[in-house]
């Protein structure tokens, strides 16, 4: 069964840091993008950020030069290191994987809230 495990959410102060982590399972394999949505209760899952095989990324504007999106391709893992936290920042963050197919798979959702 394909499966993605995420993991690092948490709550924090403003101006904190968390780290999240996203393995895909082995049956999940030519993995092209890999990418990272949130979403707030009662709003759509909203685009955070991006990476391509070759490593290339793309942010969504209020995150950028804040969080960093990253790949071990080895380990089909994807991680997101947020920093400078805002409140505004609080939502679940889901991880998506797209197969070079079109196939696509989400994971489970980890909640990050940001409040001091």
């Known amino acids: 069964q394909v499966q993605l495990v995420e993991s690092g959410g948490g709550l924090v102060q403003p101006g904190g840091s968390l780290r999240l982590s996203c393995a895909a399972s082995?049956?999940?394999?030519?993995?092209?993008?890999m990418a990272w949505y949130r979403q707030v209760p009662g709003k759509e899952r909203d685009f955070v950020a991006i990476?391509?095989?070759?490593?290339?990324?793309k942010y969504a504007d209020s995150v950028k030069g804040r969080f960093t999106i990253s790949r071990d391709n080895a380990k089909n893992t994807v991680y997101l290191q947020m920093n400078s936290l805002k409140p505004e920042d609080t939502a679940v963050y889901y991880c998506?994987?797209?197969?070079?197919?079109?196939?696509?798979?989400w994971g489970q959702g980890t909640q990050v809230t940001v409040s001091s």
């Open positions: 082995e049956r999940i394999v030519s993995i092209n993008h």
């Open positions: 990476v391509t095989e070759r490593g290339g990324t």
């Open positions: 998506k994987v797209i197969e070079y197919s079109g196939a696509y798979y």
